[in-house]
Nanobody
Framework: VQLQASGGGLVQAGGSLRLSCAAS????????MGWFRQAPGKEREFVSAINWNGGSTYYKDSVKGRFTISRDNAKNTVYLQMNSLKPEDTAVYYC?????????????????????WGQGTQVTVSS
């Protein structure tokens, strides 16, 4: 399974970006998908996750109400719509696939649950 993240960039505080993660080489429709991020000098942290059919979504508290995760299984792609961006959202964003497909609130945030990772896309929010 290969994951290709895109859509990052430089945006002013209050702006929006939409990240995409395209999957190939596997059965995307059976995977739970997650987004993580890592800021310079910090550990990688969970941002959001969605189960195989989009029926359940999970978010880091600090992004609730601002970020929305979605997926299009016909296009083998998961998205992260990021609105009202803040400078503290600056990080490299990674998408990841959990081949089990069904995730829980606890498992969604555990990076060890994910089997495949994309290469990351840089998001920089200026103040």
């Amino acid at each position: 399974v290969q994951l290709q993240a895109s859509g990052g960039g430089l945006v002013q505080a209050g702006g929006s970006l939409r990240l995409s993660c395209a999957a190939s080489g596997g059965i995307f429709s059976g995977y739970a998908m997650g987004w993580f991020r890592q800021a310079p000098g910090k550990e990688r942290e969970f941002v959001s996750a969605i189960n195989w059919n989009g029926g359940s979504t999970y978010y880091k508290d600090s992004v609730k109400g601002r970020f929305t995760i979605s997926r299009d299984n016909a296009k083998n792609t998961v998205y992260l719509q990021m609105n009202s961006l803040k400078p503290e959202d600056t990080a490299v964003y990674y998408c990841a696939a959990d081949t089990y497909g069904v995730t829980t609130a606890q498992a969604a945030g555990d990076s060890d649950e994910y089997d495949y990772w994309g290469q990351g896309t840089q998001v920089t929010v200026s103040s």
